[in-house]
């Protein structure tokens, strides 16, 4: 047996923590800190309170509320132009997965700014770390909180980039389970199932290891047991805890192990449509597990007993997902298939997929996903 992974980022979690969060940074030593987050969170107080937060501390606080799901360029250029006007110390990126790219993204531009930020996904083009981010994140799913990736949308191609790596671990994460209990059934599902898709690809990921396959299958099943619970009753503190842990450690898989299929497809999906990223992934689950499955029987017999009674993983897992409800057809034009194929067999997730695809393979996929416009 032979083990590798790592993880670099100072850990809070607990009901509550986002409290926590301007000691922490008091104790690090930075005086200046700039907020990122959107404008929901801005408009629900969530922004405000980080603000009184942070302030207890004596320290000196901007609001950044630009971000945008999917974040394009754009949207990270205005974030560094705030970020120039008030020269932070520290990020405290409060949101969901659009939240925490946009500020991992803005952090490494802002410490590199003679580069482009998309010449920035070449490790070798940083010259200087990222500026420290800490993540608070406020949905369960994006694990995007302990990750060193952020993923930006190129509005050009369009496509999705995956800038990451070396140089750009988040310094910190406050995960405080609170901050999700006000999130809505839909995007409670949608976010937790995007937890689950990462779990299931770092599981059968070709860089997968003992510890890391473990690690997944103690997140997989936490979401069975209390996604449904917390997407019925968003109150339900302790669900949303677990829900939220198993997110971690899915999150933490897909650092140490990458991804595959489902995510290298999703993303030139959202890229190109602008769909929500985890309801896109549920789409793709069953479709991609089904075309995997002669390629990882072994791992998915390992996995039946996450539905106890039940000896067929994919199967159950279809069943699972049906029965969350989260179902919601998504189109797309059938003249934008064959960018929408390149584009996913060149994608960074794709690469650690336990089964090579070709790009007949991939169109197939898409056409069973996905509702084909003509
Ligand atoms: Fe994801």
Not at 48 to 61: A, F, M
Not at 77 to 90: S, T, Y
Not at 341 to 360: D, F, G, H, I, Y
């Amino acid at each position: 047996m032979s083990l590798s992974f790592h993880s670099k980022v100072d850990i809070r979690f607990a009901p509550g923590e986002i409290k926590s969060t301007g000691g922490i940074i008091k104790a690090a030593g930075w005086q200046r800190v700039l907020i990122f987050t959107d404008r929901r969170l801005k408009e629900l107080g969530f922004s405000r309170r980080l603000k009184e937060i942070i302030s207890k501390n004596n320290l000196t606080v901007e609001v950044f509320s630009g971000v945008k799901p999917n974040p394009k360029k754009e949207i990270i250029k205005q974030g560094i132009e705030k970020a120039r006007d008030f020269e932070p110390d520290v990020i405290a990126a409060l949101g969901g997965g659009s939240v925490l790219d946009a500020a991992k993204a803005a952090g490494i531009w802002y410490s590199n700014p003679e580069k482009d930020l998309f010449q920035l996904k070449d490790p070798g083009k940083r010259k200087n770390p990222m500026l420290p981010v800490i993540t608070i994140p406020t949905t369960a799913g994006t694990g995007s909180e302990i990750t060193s990736w952020a993923v930006i949308t190129d509005p050009g191609t369009p496509a999705k980039v995956s800038i990451g790596g070396e140089k750009m671990t988040p310094a910190a994460a406050v995960i405080d389970p609170e901050l999700t209990r006000s999130l809505p059934a839909e995007l409670t599902i949608w976010t937790g199932l995007d937890a689950f898709s990462h779990a299931l690809e770092a599981y059968l990921s070709k860089f997968a290891n003992a510890f890391i396959q473990d690690i997944c299958y103690l997140a997989m099943k936490r979401l069975i047991k209390y996604l449904p619970r917390a997407a019925d009753k968003g109150e339900n503190l302790a669900a949303r805890s677990e829900v939220m842990l198993g997110s971690l450690l899915a999150g933490w898989a897909m650092e140490n192990a990458g991804l595959g299929l489902i995510h290298g497809m999703s993303h030139q999906v959202s890229a190109f449509y602008n769909y929500q990223h985890g309801l896109t992934n549920s789409l793709l689950l069953s479709p991609v597990l089904e075309y995997n499955c002669e390629y990882c029987k072994e791992e998915l017999q390992n996995l039946t007993d996450l539905f106890p009674g039940n000896k067929d993983f994919l199967e159950s897992m279809e069943r699972f997902c049906n029965l969350l409800g989260f179902k919601k057809e998504l189109e797309i034009k059938s003249t934008d298939l064959p960018r929408l194929t390149v584009q996913t067999l060149e994608n960074v997730n794709s690469q650690t997929n336990p089964r090579k695809p070709s790009a007949r393979e991939v169109e197939e996929l898409f056409c069973r996903a996905f509702k084909i416009k003509e």
